[in-house]
């Protein structure tokens, strides 16, 4: 093997080793600007099919912004834009008919925004985000059920990070997405948020 590629595989575990473990008390964190980690970022999406199983697929391009002060999190600011047409299934031609104006109609309406309004806190490590969700030229509010996992210190990139799990549901027929005779697929869509924020400089 490479000598470098041990000494720099050493001093990366050597960092690692030195990571403690996630704070969950607000307070404990740096107050301020935080900018979404898209290395550790999933956004996917589930809807029933044919009433049998959940049919899962993803969005690979996301942006999002954190404004949070440690005193009051409860007004912390979020938010998230993702590329409509970055809707990934696994099947380009499906891909492609999602992109399409009878789904997402991902060339007029290339963002779906969410923008938090208010957000309640309802336990240590739990809160709900409500905000409004734009989709597809259409605005709704929604509420997010939100973990927190916590934040660190990442000697890697020597910055703070947070972590937290999103969840909400929409339905479909209310942002105009699909028209599917039957039970071929649900009006339920159910998003699922998994994201790490690093502190800006």
């Known amino acids: 093997a490479c000598p470098m590629r041990l000494v720099l595989a050493a001093i990366t575990l050597l960092l690692a080793s030195c990571v403690s473990a996630p704070v ?3 307070a404990r964190l740096p107050a301020g600007a935080w900018e979404l980690d898209g290395e550790h970022t999933s956004v996917t999406w589930q809807v029933r099919h044919l009433g049998l199983s959940w049919y899962t697929a993803r969005f690979d391009g996301v942006r999002a912004s954190l404004e949070f002060d440690p005193v009051r999190p409860e007004d912390a600011e979020l938010t998230a834009i993702v590329d409509a047409a970055s809707v990934s299934t696994g099947d380009p031609d499906f891909d492609e008919l999602l992109r399409g104006s009878g789904w997402l109609d991902a060339a007029d309406h290339p963002e779906i925004v969410f923008v938090s309004e208010r957000i309640v806190v309802t336990s240590e490590v739990t809160g709900e985000v409500h905000g409004l969700l ?9 509420i997010m059920e939100t973990e927190f996992y916590g934040g660190v210190f990442n000697p890697l990139v ?3 990070m947070l972590g937290f799990r999103g969840y909400f549901e929409i339905d479909r027929t209310q942002f105009d997405i699909g028209r599917l005779p039957g039970n071929f697929i649900g009006d339920t869509v159910r998003l699922s948020i998994e994201a790490e924020f690093i502190a800006r400089d």
């Open 158 to 160: 020597r910055r703070n």
């Open 134 to 142: 734009t989709l597809k030229g259409v605005t709704r509010p929604v």
């Open 24 to 26: 969950t008390d607000p």
